[in-house]
């Protein structure tokens, strides 16, 4: 995509006062201006992107594994067996992001086709232990709706069948059992979040790249005023607008600190970044059509948890497995390794502090994975995929993530490992920050922010969110 929108960079419509500015060229920010350039369709909105192109930072399609979180395969999601609360909530909230797209689409704004692909969803353990746990989880999530095609076996030969790789050459004595929901997805984020920005573009609103905001400020008059620079030229510029999401990634925090919002008072960010092997061999991904989750290391974040994925980008099919965690100051990939200090501030010291303090196994973990030799990755490949081949595998950056640190009473601080929508007391400013299941849930989120910070529309957009965001308990595959 390329910023060809013929505006001013003080305007999306020549107006000095826009009604929404949303920063940054991700999944999230993508998903509100499609949202509110459906629902509000005589509203001037911009959005601003640092970049080049959209979709560079997290939401490119190999800077992440591409999965639907459903809450079908993540057993992080679900650290207690007999409470499936939460990946109840991720699949119906999955579900809204499937029935937002499916609206698009009948409105001939999305063709599902360029950016999603189904890939059943599977969950394979070894050991006793562990098969106890998966067995006791498929009999809890069994029984919710939204659970109903999920399978498990024990018997290596359905393995075999559904995974074929992760029996091959496996010591015939080793216990292992497996679920699988055939309604799973493999989602290229980036063609989603393209596909959503050609949504706003078309509806007269604007995408600006090379455009870096540095600040946020709110008159007294209730309009903020956003500071920026084009990085082409060097130029500073101001827009005013009556509403700013900030969709930032990594740099979230950063901005909505410049802005004195109270509510993020306290907070902070951990960076993790992560690291894929990945192989396009097409004799090895021609054997392997799904999305394949374990157990994480103990003392390992959620967020580590090991799969070995299928994924389609743009017409190429290729096999990823991780995460291996790695470790940078940037809070951005393509960001600077001054980032994290410019969110330090002397009241976020000691919750980011007590983290430190109070989580020794992550910090084990963390070390031990930015130790480890290529030999002792790879072997955590062939934990998976027993006669990998070293030779046919490449090691590949993946992007970089902000965990969000909060400030805690009891305990000083929390290290949080989803995602947080941040508004103003006025509703007239939001932010996102943290991590996953965000981009696979952004309609949900969204829907959040629209209640929140735009009450007094509730009844005027109330017939379109209708059909864009309906309600109900359709099962995944609907």
């Given at each position: 995509m390329t910023d060809t929108t013929p505006i001013q960079p003080e305007s999306a419509r020549g107006?000095?006062?826009?009604?929404?500015?949303?920063?940054?060229?991700?999944?999230?920010?993508?998903?509100?201006?499609?949202?509110?350039?459906?629902?509000?369709?005589?509203?001037?909105?911009?959005?601003?992107?640092?970049?080049?192109?959209?979709?560079?930072?997290?939401?490119?399609?190999?800077?992440?594994?591409?999965?639907?979180?459903?809450g079908l395969c993540e057993l992080n999601y679900m650290p207690d067996p007999a409470d499936g609360t939460r990946a109840a909530r991720i699949a119906e909230q999955f579900a809204l992001s499937r029935r937002f797209w499916s609206a698009l689409a009948h409105r001939d704004a999305l063709d599902p086709a360029t950016f999603l692909t189904p890939a059943p969803h599977i969950t394979v353990?070894?050991?006793?232990?562990d098969i106890a746990y998966l067995r006791e989880r498929y009999a809890t999530l069994r029984t919710l709706p939204a659970f109903a095609g999920l399978?498990?076996?024990?018997?290596?030969?359905?393995?075999?069948?559904?995974?074929?790789?992760?029996?091959?050459?496996?010591?015939?004595?080793?216990?292992?059992?497996?679920?699988?929901?055939t309604a799973g997805t493999d989602i290229d984020f980036g063609a989603l979040t393209r596909s959503l920005l050609a949504t706003m573009t078309e509806a007269g609103n604007a995408v600006r790249l090379h455009r870096e905001i540095t600040g946020l400020r709110r008159g007294r008059d209730g309009l903020w005023t956003v500071r920026g620079r084009d990085l082409d030229s060097g130029r500073r510029f101001t827009v005013r607008t009556r509403f700013v999401f900030?969709?930032?990634?990594?740099?979230?925090?950063?901005?909505?600190?410049?802005?004195?919002?109270?509510?993020?008072?306290?907070y902070g960010v951990f960076p993790l970044g992560a690291q894929f092997l990945r192989t396009s061999d097409p004799a090895v991904v021609a054997e392997h059509r799904a999305k394949v989750y374990s157990q994480a290391d103990l003392g390992a974040p959620p967020m580590s948890v090991p799969h070995l994925d299928r994924r389609e980008v743009d017409g190429e099919a290729a096999l990823l497995f991780g995460p291996f965690a790695t470790f940078s100051t940037r809070l951005l990939r393509y960001g600077k390794l001054t980032d994290l200090f410019t969110t330090l501030r002397p009241h976020n010291v000691v919750p980011l502090a007590a983290v430190g303090v109070r989580n020794p196994g992550l910090l084990r973990?963390?070390?031990?994975?930015?130790?480890?030799?290529?030999?002792?990755?790879?072997?955590?490949l062939q934990r998976f995929y027993p006669?990998?081949?070293?030779?046919?595998?490449?090691?590949?950056?993946?992007?970089?993530?902000?965990?969000?640190?909060?400030?805690?009473r009891r305990r000083g601080g929390v290290l949080e490992f989803g995602t947080e929508l941040v508004t103003g007391a006025d509703g007239t400013v939001a932010g996102l920050l943290g991590a996953s299941p965000g981009a696979s849930i952004a309609p949900s989120i969204m829907r959040d922010?629209?209640?929140r910070c735009f009450p007094e529309r509730r009844y005027e957009w109330a017939p379109l969110l209708a059909e864009l965001l309906p309600a109900g308990d359709l099962p995944l595959g609907a």
């Open positions: 107006e000095d006062i826009l009604d929404a500015v949303l920063i940054g060229g991700g999944i999230m920010s993508a998903t509100l201006g499609a949202l509110l350039s459906t629902i509000a369709p005589d509203w001037s909105i911009a959005l601003f992107e640092r970049l080049g192109e959209p979709a560079a930072e997290s939401s490119h399609p190999w800077h992440n594994a591409g999965t639907g979180h459903a353990v070894f050991g006793e232990r399978e498990y076996t024990e018997d290596r030969a359905v393995i075999a069948q559904w995974a074929p790789l992760l029996v091959r050459g496996r010591a015939d004595d080793e216990a292992m059992a497996a679920t699988r929901h900030v969709g930032a990634g990594g740099y979230a925090l950063r901005l909505l600190q410049r802005a004195g919002l109270p509510e993020v008072r306290g973990y963390l070390v031990g994975q930015l130790i480890a030799s290529p030999r002792r990755k790879f072997a955590q006669t990998a081949d070293p030779a046919g595998w490449e090691l590949v950056q993946a992007g970089q993530r902000a965990q969000l640190v909060k400030p805690d922010l629209l209640e």
